[in-house]
T-cell receptor
Framework: GQNIDQPTEMTATEGAIVQINCTYQ??????LFWYQQHAGEAPTFLSY????GLEEKGRFSSFLSRSKGYSYLLLKELQMKDSASYLC???????????FGSGTRLSIRP | DTAVSQTPKYLVTQMGNDKSIKCEQN?????MYWYKQDSKKFLKIMFS???????INETVPNRFSPKSPDKAHLNLHINSLELGDSAVYFC?????????????????FGPGTRLTVL
């Protein structure tokens, strides 16, 4: 089976940096995704990691350690529009199925 | 030029009714999905089709029946609606799951259908 854990809520200040952690347990790991979901909207793709290390994309970076079953999403120079839920999702090698965590609701304060 | 579209956006209906939600994608993807997102915002996969063939069927009541007339469409029909079916239903699409050297299957989501069963 699979188990994905991430904090339920986080708060950060505009202009700062925040790190959202995700730990997972799954058989046949074949990639980890981060999605952003604003309230009332659809999830949108942010990043994908399948090898260990850091993937940087503008203000957002995602890190993966397969041996530790651990990933984080790093958001820099936070803006008010970054207030959203951030979903960690894991893909198993045996199927197209992606399993989502319950999401971390991030609130940005001025 | 909407990539993944769903209709209707909102659906309010009585318990016991039968309803359908339609989904279409114009991205040329060969895999489509239905997800259910409950009040706790937990996004759970229900079904997946690849080239009109069912490849994922999670533990979903058989009142839910997906239908894929072609690889650009995946509709969801729900019989005998129950209060617990109230949720937001998202359709998504992607390229086929990667084998070695293939594409990773980033999923593109539709805007969601908010179903309320009274």
């Amino acid at each position: 089976g699979q188990n994905i854990d991430q904090p339920t809520e986080m708060t950060a200040t505009e202009g700062a940096i925040v790190q959202i952690n995700c730990t997972y347990q799954t058989s046949g790991f074949n990639g980890l995704f981060w999605y952003q979901q604003h309230a009332g909207e659809a999830p949108t793709f942010l990043s994908y990691n399948v090898l260990d290390g850091l993937e940087e994309k503008g203000r957002f970076s995602s890190f993966l350690s397969r041996s530790k079953g651990y990933s984080y999403l790093l958001l820099k120079e936070l803006q008010m529009k970054d207030s959203a839920s951030y979903l960690c999702a894991v893909r198993r090698s045996s199927a197209s199925k992606i399993i989502f965590g319950s999401g971390t609701r991030l609130s940005i304060r001025p | 030029d909407t990539a993944v579209s769903q209709t209707p956006k909102y659906l309010v209906t009585q318990m016991g009714n039968d309803k359908s939600i339609k989904c279409e994608q114009n991205l040329g993807h060969d895999t489509m999905y239905w997800y259910k997102q409950d009040s706790k915002k937990f996004l759970k996969i229900m079904f997946s089709y690849n080239n009109k063939e069912l490849i994922i069927n999670e533990t979903v009541p058989n009142r839910f029946s997906p239908k894929s007339p072609d690889k650009a469409h995946l509709n969801l029909h729900i019989n005998s609606l129950e209060l617990g079916d109230s949720a937001v239903y998202f359709c998504a699409s992607s390229h086929k799951s990667a084998t070695s050297g293939g594409l990773y299957n980033e999923q593109f989501f539709g805007p969601g259908t908010r179903l309320t069963v009274l």
